[in-house]
C-alpha cells in the first residue's frame, strides 16, 4: 500500500491552512472585542497625560 499524494492528500492540507488562518482571524477578531470594550468602559484610559498637560498650558497663556 503507498500513500496516496492525489487530490485527497491536497485537500488536508488546504484544510489545515484554511483552518490555521481562521483561528487567526479568530483571534485578532476577540482581541479587538476586548479593545474596544476597554475602550467603552474606560475611554479616557486611552489619552496619555501629555495632551492634558499640552492642554492647560495652552488655557494658562
Do not use: K, N
Request: contains cysteine; charged residues 20%.
Amino acid at each position: 500500500m503507498e500513500p496516496t499524494s492525489g487530490p485527497a492528500s491536497r485537500l488536508d492540507v488546504d484544510l489545515g491552512f484554511a483552518l490555521f488562518f481562521f483561528l487567526l482571524l479568530c483571534f485578532f477578531l476577540l482581541a479587538t472585542i476586548v479593545r474596544c470594550a476597554q475602550l467603552v468602559l474606560d475611554p479616557y484610559s486611552a489619552v496619555s497625560v501629555s495632551t492634558y498637560q499640552e492642554e492647560d498650558e495652552e488655557t494658562e497663556e
